[in-house]
Nanobody, 126 residues
Framework: QVQLEESGGGLAQFGGSLRLSCRAS????????MSWARQAPGKGVEWVSG????????YYADSVKGRFTISRDNAKNELYLQMNSLKPEDTALYYC???????????????????WGQGTQVTVSS
């Protein structure tokens, strides 16, 4: 069965860095675009970043552009999110999720994504 397992979250200071990883199994990873989403307490799900199945294109939310970098290793079935210059407003539960096909955009609806990891908590102190 499809499984997505995030890791790498934790506590960081303002201006610090964290690297999230997502290990995928149970499907042909290289055939699907992947995205990172986050949810802060009391707020809805927000797209953070996405990457095409072949890694040829990416998108970023305006709030993280220039600070976060998404990447993937199709040989290892892994997705990554390098987060630099962290801010307290980045505090959230971060999810790895599989797109319905090889392309992902910020206009996609979260309910269109069938598979989500359990999330990894990122907390940034000021």
């Amino acid at each position: 069965q499809v499984q997505l397992e995030e890791s790498g979250g934790g506590l960081a200071q303002f201006g610090g860095s964290l690297r999230l990883s997502c290990r995928a199994s149970g499907f042909s990873f290289s055939a699907y675009a992947m995205s990172w989403a986050r949810q802060a307490p009391g707020k809805g799900v927000e797209w953070v970043s996405g990457i095409y199945s072949d890694g040829s294109n990416t998108y970023y939310a305006d709030s993280v552009k220039g600070r976060f970098t998404i990447s993937r290793d199709n040989a290892k079935n892994e997705l990554y999110l390098q987060m630099n210059s962290l801010k307290p407003e980045d505090t959230a539960l971060y999810y790895c999720t599989r797109a319905p096909g090889p392309i992902t955009t910020m206009e996609d609806l979260p309910q269109e994504y069938d598979y989500w990891g359990q999330g990894t908590q990122v907390t940034v102190s000021s």
